[in-house]
C-alpha cells in the first residue's frame, strides 16, 4: 500500500447493541408437511451524521434479500417428517460444509416441536429443481431466509399433534402443552409424538394456532449448543462423498494440462498405461486425461506415467507482473481532485488465492445409457443437474443428483467440476467411478479468489473527512454456477437504480458500502477478463475490498491526528456499529502499552445485516515470523440461533485472514500457479 498527503467529528456517547457475542483466539407412519412461511422484516437503523453520505444499494437492499425474494416463490416447499418411533427428519434443501447448518436448523426444528435435539434428524436433499432458486447456497444467507420458513414448519407439525392428541381424548387443543417430543394433558396425561404421526397425518384433522413460538419464549435457540455430526466427524464416522459405497465404483483420477485450461493433444503410451497393475480405463476428456484402477495406488502410477501432450489454455503467458499491469492499466480514474484539501491515496494489491478446503473436490457418477446417478458436495444442484443431464444428453428426469456433505467450501462447492467430470468419465467408461482431485489438482487447477488491484482517495479538512472513492479492478469473477440472471432481473425490478446492471455489478453494489458518514462516498468495480478460473472467496467482493478501506481509515486516523478507534467510533453511521466497536476496544484492552515492534490494531465491518469489529495485536520482532498473538472479536447479527457455531465461524473467518494477509497466496508463473499443496501454500496453523 502507498499513500501521498497534499497541501478531522465529535464522539458519541455509546448505544446498546442488540444480542453481541464475543469470542477470544488463544470446534412405520409418518406426519409429513409442506408449508408456506415469509420471510421476518428487519427494522432499519437509526443514522448518525457527521458529514453524511449517501446510503449506498446494499444499505438498502443487499444480496441476501435478493436471495430471499428470488426464493420466495418456493420457500413452501418444506418437508418434516414425524415418525412413529419419534424421530423426526427434516430435508434441508442446503448444504452443509462445515458451518453448522444442520445443527442450526435442527436447532429450530427442535425448539418449535419441543422435542429433543437427538431426536431430530437432518438430511440434505437431492437436487431439487421445482425449488428454482432455493436450493443455492451462499451469500451467507442459508439461516436469514430458513429461520422463518423452517420454524412454521416445525410449529405447524406442533399444531397437528396437539390437535390429534385431544382429538384422541376429547379435550380442547388450548388445554393441551408440549415438552420432551410429547403432548401432555392437565390430567397427567401423555403422548409421545411417535404415537401421535399417523393420527396427526389424517388430512380430515383441523388443526389451528399453528404459530412459531416468540423469541422470549426459546429454550434452546440462542444458547451453546454442540454440533448434531461432531461425534461422526471426530471419530471418523461422517460418510464424505469418497466414504459413499456406491456398488462397483472404481477409482479415478485425472493427469491435468501444465497451464490453466489446456487441451488434450495426444497420449503417446496409452497401451503401455493400459496395460499397468490394476489399471481398468484410460479415457480423455475436456479437463484431462483421466484413469480409472482398482485403487487409488494404482490410478496414481498410472497417472503419473502418462505421457501427454498439451494444446495451450486461455492464460498460458500470464505471470503476476502481467496480471498486475492489467488490473492497474483497467482500474477507472478517481472523480475528485484534492485541489484545496489535504488528502490520502493509496493503492493495493491482492493475490489470488485458493479455497484449500480440507476436502478435496470430489464426486461418485454412475451413468448409463439410460440414467445417471451423481453423488457430490453440491451448492448448487440444481444446475449441476441440469448441466450434467445436458452434457450426458439424458432427459432431466433420468438424472438423480445426490448433495453429500463435504469437508469445507468458503465458495469453491458453488461450482460443480468434479460432479460434471465424474459424470464425463463415467459415461466413457461405461461403469461407475469415484473421482478424486488431488491436493495439486485442488491448489493448481481449481478456482481462485481473483486477484485485485484497489485504488482509494480520501480527502479531509478540519477534521472531516469530505469525500472516499475507491476504484477496484479484478479478475473477472465466475459466477456460472447458479446465480443466474434471476438475481440480475430480481434487482431490476427493485427501485434502487440498479436496472439492467450485469450480474457482477449487481452483486458488487448489494455486498459492498461503507459504514461511515465520509461524505461524498463511491464504489466502482471493473471486471477484467482473464481466463483464469475464478469464484466467490469467503463472500465475493467485500473482504480486499473493505479490507482495503479500513488500512486507510487508519491513515486518516493518522493524518488527522485522532486514535484509530476513536475516529472511527465518530464516523460510524449508528448506535449498533458503534456498540461492536466499543465491545472491542474494551474486551481488547485497546491503547495498552506495547513493546517496541508490537502493535494494536482495529477495524469494523458489516454486512448481511451483520456487523463486526476486530482488534488484532500483532509481532513484527521476527520479520521472518510476523505473528498474530492476540485477537478479539465482538459480532451482532442480531438473533445468534447457536452461539456455539458463531464463535467456531468468527474463529475460522480470523484464520483465515491471518493467512492470506500474511502468508498465504497463489503466485502465477505462464499460466499455473506456483502453490501446489499446504507445503507451498501456507495456512496458519
Given at each position: 500500500?502507498?499513500?501521498?498527503?497534499?497541501?478531522?467529528?465529535?464522539?458519541?456517547?455509546?448505544?446498546?447493541?442488540?444480542?453481541?457475542?464475543?469470542?477470544?483466539?488463544?470446534?412405520?407412519?409418518?406426519?409429513?408437511?409442506?408449508?408456506?412461511?415469509?420471510?421476518?422484516?428487519?427494522?432499519?437503523?437509526?443514522?448518525?451524521?457527521?458529514?453524511?453520505?449517501?446510503?449506498?444499494?446494499?444499505?438498502?437492499?443487499?444480496?441476501?434479500?435478493?436471495?430471499?425474494?428470488?426464493?420466495?416463490?418456493?420457500?413452501?416447499?418444506?418437508?418434516?417428517?414425524?415418525?412413529?418411533?419419534?424421530?423426526?427428519?427434516?430435508?434441508?434443501?442446503?448444504?452443509?460444509?462445515?458451518?453448522?447448518?444442520?445443527?442450526?436448523?435442527?436447532?429450530?426444528?427442535?425448539e418449535e416441536l419441543d422435542a429433543p435435539l437427538a431426536d431430530i434428524?437432518?438430511?440434505?436433499?437431492?437436487?431439487?429443481?421445482?425449488?428454482?432458486?432455493?436450493?443455492?447456497?451462499?451469500?451467507?444467507?442459508?439461516?436469514?431466509?430458513?429461520?422463518?420458513?423452517?420454524?412454521?414448519?416445525?410449529?405447524?407439525?406442533?399444531?397437528?399433534?396437539?390437535?390429534?392428541?385431544?382429538?384422541?381424548?376429547?379435550?380442547?387443543?388450548?388445554?393441551?402443552t408440549t415438552a420432551a417430543g410429547a403432548v401432555h394433558a392437565p390430567?397427567?396425561?401423555?403422548?409421545?409424538?411417535?404415537?401421535?404421526?399417523?393420527?396427526?397425518?389424517?388430512?380430515?384433522?383441523?388443526?389451528?394456532?399453528?404459530?412459531?413460538?416468540?423469541?422470549?419464549?426459546?429454550?434452546?435457540?440462542?444458547?451453546?449448543?454442540?454440533?448434531?455430526?461432531?461425534?461422526?466427524?471426530?471419530?471418523?464416522?461422517?460418510?464424505?462423498?469418497?466414504?459413499?459405497?456406491?456398488?462397483?465404483?472404481?477409482?479415478?483420477?485425472?493427469?491435468?494440462?501444465?497451464?490453466?485450461?489446456?487441451?488434450?493433444?495426444?497420449?503417446?503410451?496409452?497401451?503401455?498405461?493400459?496395460?499397468?497393475?490394476?489399471?481398468?480405463?484410460?479415457?480423455?476428456?475436456?479437463?484431462?486425461?483421466?484413469?480409472?484402477?482398482?485403487?487409488?495406488?494404482?490410478?496414481?502410477?498410472?497417472?503419473?506415467?502418462?505421457?501427454?501432450?498439451?494444446?495451450?489454455?486461455?492464460?498460458?503467458?500470464?505471470?503476476?507482473?502481467?496480471?498486475?499491469?492489467?488490473?492497474?492499466?483497467?482500474?477507472?480514474?478517481?472523480?475528485?481532485?484534492?485541489?484545496?484539501?489535504?488528502?490520502?491515496?493509496?493503492?493495493?494489491?491482492?493475490?489470488?488465492?485458493?479455497?484449500?478446503?480440507?476436502?478435496?473436490?470430489?464426486?461418485?457418477?454412475?451413468?448409463?445409457?439410460?440414467?445417471?446417478?451423481?453423488?457430490?458436495?453440491?451448492?448448487?444442484?440444481?444446475?449441476?443437474?441440469?448441466?450434467?443431464?445436458?452434457?450426458?444428453?439424458?432427459?432431466?428426469?433420468?438424472?438423480?443428483?445426490?448433495?453429500?456433505?463435504?469437508?469445507?467450501?468458503?465458495?469453491?462447492?458453488?461450482?460443480?467440476?468434479?460432479?460434471?467430470?465424474?459424470?464425463?468419465?463415467?459415461?466413457?467408461?461405461?461403469?461407475?467411478?469415484?473421482?478424486?482431485?488431488?491436493?495439486?489438482?485442488?491448489?493448481?487447477?481449481?478456482?481462485?479468489?481473483?486477484?485485485?488491484?484497489?485504488?482509494?482517495?480520501?480527502?479531509?479538512?478540519?477534521?472531516?473527512?469530505?469525500?472516499?472513492?475507491?476504484?477496484?479492478?479484478?479478475?473477472?469473477?465466475?459466477?456460472?454456477?447458479?446465480?443466474?440472471?434471476?438475481?440480475?432481473?430480481?434487482?431490476?425490478?427493485?427501485?434502487?437504480?440498479?436496472?439492467?446492471?450485469?450480474?457482477?455489478?449487481?452483486?458488487?453494489?448489494?455486498?459492498?458500502?461503507?459504514?461511515?458518514?465520509?461524505?461524498?462516498?463511491?464504489?466502482?468495480?471493473?471486471?477484467?477478463?482473464?481466463?483464469?478460473?475464478?469464484?466467490?472467496?469467503?463472500?465475493?467482493?467485500?473482504?480486499?475490498?473493505?479490507?482495503?478501506?479500513?488500512?486507510?481509515?487508519?491513515?486518516?486516523?493518522?493524518?488527522?491526528?485522532?486514535?484509530?478507534?476513536?475516529?472511527?467510533?465518530?464516523?460510524?453511521?449508528?448506535?449498533?456499529?458503534?456498540?461492536?466497536?466499543?465491545?472491542?476496544?474494551?474486551?481488547?484492552?485497546?491503547?495498552?502499552?506495547?513493546?517496541?515492534?508490537?502493535?494494536?490494531?482495529?477495524?469494523?465491518?458489516?454486512?448481511?445485516?451483520?456487523?463486526?469489529?476486530?482488534?488484532?495485536?500483532?509481532?513484527?520482532?521476527?520479520?521472518?515470523?510476523?505473528?498474530?498473538?492476540?485477537?478479539?472479536?465482538?459480532?451482532?447479527?442480531?438473533?445468534?440461533?447457536?452461539?456455539?457455531?458463531?464463535?467456531?465461524?468468527?474463529?475460522?473467518?480470523?484464520?483465515?485472514?491471518?493467512?492470506?494477509?500474511?502468508?498465504?497466496?497463489?503466485?502465477?508463473?505462464?499460466?499455473?500457479?506456483?502453490?501446489?499443496?499446504?507445503?507451498?501454500?501456507?495456512?496458519?496453523?
Amino acid at each position: 500500500m502507498t499513500a501521498h498527503t497534499g497541501t478531522s467529528g465529535q464522539p458519541d456517547t455509546p448505544g446498546q447493541s442488540r444480542r453481541s457475542f464475543l469470542t477470544y483466539l488463544v470446534a412405520a407412519p409418518t406426519l409429513a408437511l409442506v408449508t408456506r412461511a415469509g420471510a421476518d422484516a428487519l427494522a432499519p437503523q437509526s443514522a448518525h451524521a457527521v458529514i453524511p453520505s449517501l446510503p449506498a444499494p446494499a444499505d438498502l437492499i443487499d444480496l441476501g434479500d435478493l436471495f430471499i425474494l428470488a426464493g420466495a416463490p418456493t420457500s413452501a416447499l418444506l418437508a418434516l417428517a414425524v415418525e412413529a418411533d419419534g424421530n423426526v427428519r427434516f430435508r434441508l434443501p442446503r448444504e452443509e460444509v462445515g458451518q453448522g447448518l444442520t445443527t442450526a436448523v435442527a436447532m429450530l426444528v427442535a425448539e418449535e416441536l419441543d422435542a429433543p435435539l437427538a431426536d431430530i434428524r437432518v438430511e440434505l436433499d437431492d437436487a431439487r429443481p421445482e425449488l428454482l432458486f432455493n436450493q443455492l447456497t451462499g451469500s451467507s444467507n442459508s439461516i436469514r431466509s430458513l429461520y422463518g420458513p423452517v420454524r412454521q414448519t416445525a410449529a405447524t407439525a406442533r399444531a397437528r399433534l396437539v390437535a390429534a392428541a385431544a382429538r384422541r381424548w376429547n379435550l380442547s387443543a388450548g388445554s393441551l402443552t408440549t415438552a420432551a417430543g410429547a403432548v401432555h394433558a392437565p390430567d397427567g396425561r401423555t403422548a409421545d409424538y411417535g404415537s401421535l404421526a399417523a393420527a396427526a397425518a389424517d388430512p380430515g384433522l383441523i388443526a389451528l394456532g399453528a404459530a412459531p413460538k416468540p423469541a422470549a419464549r426459546h429454550t434452546l435457540v440462542g444458547k451453546p449448543t454442540g454440533r448434531i455430526d461432531a461425534r461422526a466427524m471426530v471419530t471418523g464416522a461422517q460418510r464424505y462423498t469418497l466414504d459413499l459405497d456406491i456398488p462397483g465404483a472404481k477409482p479415478c483420477v485425472v493427469r491435468r494440462p501444465p497451464t490453466l485450461g489446456g487441451t488434450v493433444g495426444a497420449v503417446a503410451n496409452l497401451a503401455a498405461v493400459r496395460a499397468m497393475p490394476g489399471v481398468l480405463h484410460v479415457v480423455t476428456v475436456p479437463t484431462g486425461v483421466a484413469v480409472v484402477a482398482e485403487t487409488f495406488g494404482q490410478a496414481l502410477d498410472a497417472k503419473a506415467a502418462l505421457q501427454v501432450s498439451w494444446g495451450p489454455g486461455p492464460a498460458d503467458q500470464l505471470s503476476d507482473a502481467q496480471i498486475r499491469t492489467k488490473l492497474r492499466v483497467a482500474t477507472p480514474p478517481l472523480l475528485v481532485p484534492p485541489l484545496l484539501t489535504p488528502y490520502v491515496d493509496a493503492e493495493f494489491d491482492f493475490a489470488f488465492v485458493s479455497h484449500a478446503p480440507m476436502e478435496t473436490n470430489s464426486a461418485v457418477a454412475d451413468v448409463r445409457d439410460d440414467r445417471a446417478e451423481i453423488w457430490s458436495g453440491l451448492k448448487s444442484p440444481i444446475v449441476a443437474r441440469e448441466t450434467i443431464a445436458a452434457e450426458l444428453g439424458l432427459p432431466l428426469d433420468k438424472v438423480t443428483v445426490h448433495v453429500v456433505q463435504a469437508g469445507g467450501s468458503f465458495g469453491r462447492r458453488l461450482f460443480f467440476d468434479a460432479a460434471l467430470e465424474a459424470a464425463r468419465v463415467s459415461k466413457a467408461c461405461r461403469r461407475p467411478v469415484r473421482l478424486m482431485w488431488t491436493r495439486v489438482d485442488d491448489t493448481r487447477h481449481g478456482r481462485m479468489r481473483p486477484a485485485t488491484h484497489h485504488k482509494i482517495r480520501a480527502t479531509h479538512l478540519l477534521g472531516e473527512v469530505l469525500s472516499f472513492e475507491h476504484r477496484v479492478a479484478a479478475a473477472e469473477t465466475d459466477f456460472r454456477h447458479g446465480l443466474g440472471e434471476i438475481i440480475t432481473a430480481t434487482a431490476a425490478s427493485l427501485p434502487l437504480g440498479l436496472g439492467n446492471a450485469t450480474l457482477a455489478q449487481t452483486l458488487f453494489l448489494t455486498t459492498v458500502k461503507s459504514p461511515y458518514h465520509f461524505g461524498l462516498t463511491t464504489q466502482a468495480l471493473t471486471e477484467v477478463p482473464t481466463g483464469i478460473p475464478t469464484g466467490s472467496w469467503r463472500s465475493v467482493y467485500s473482504a480486499n475490498t473493505r479490507g482495503a478501506e479500513e488500512i486507510v481509515v487508519d491513515e486518516l486516523a493518522e493524518r488527522t491526528g485522532r486514535d484509530p478507534y476513536q475516529f472511527r467510533r465518530t464516523f460510524l453511521k449508528t448506535v449498533a456499529q458503534r456498540a461492536v466497536l466499543d465491545k472491542a476496544a474494551a474486551e481488547g484492552n485497546w491503547g495498552r502499552a506495547m513493546p517496541a515492534g508490537c502493535a494494536q490494531g482495529i477495524a469494523f465491518h458489516e454486512e448481511y445485516k451483520s456487523r463486526t469489529a476486530c482488534l488484532v495485536e500483532i509481532d513484527t520482532r521476527d520479520p521472518e515470523h510476523i505473528r498474530v498473538t492476540k485477537a478479539v472479536i465482538a459480532v451482532d447479527v442480531g438473533l445468534p440461533v447457536n452461539p456455539r457455531g458463531l464463535e467456531a465461524q468468527m474463529i475460522g473467518g480470523l484464520t483465515d485472514a491471518i493467512s492470506t494477509t500474511l502468508r498465504a497466496g497463489l503466485h502465477l508463473d505462464k499460466g499455473l500457479p506456483l502453490e501446489g499443496s499446504y507445503s507451498q501454500f501456507h495456512w496458519a496453523r
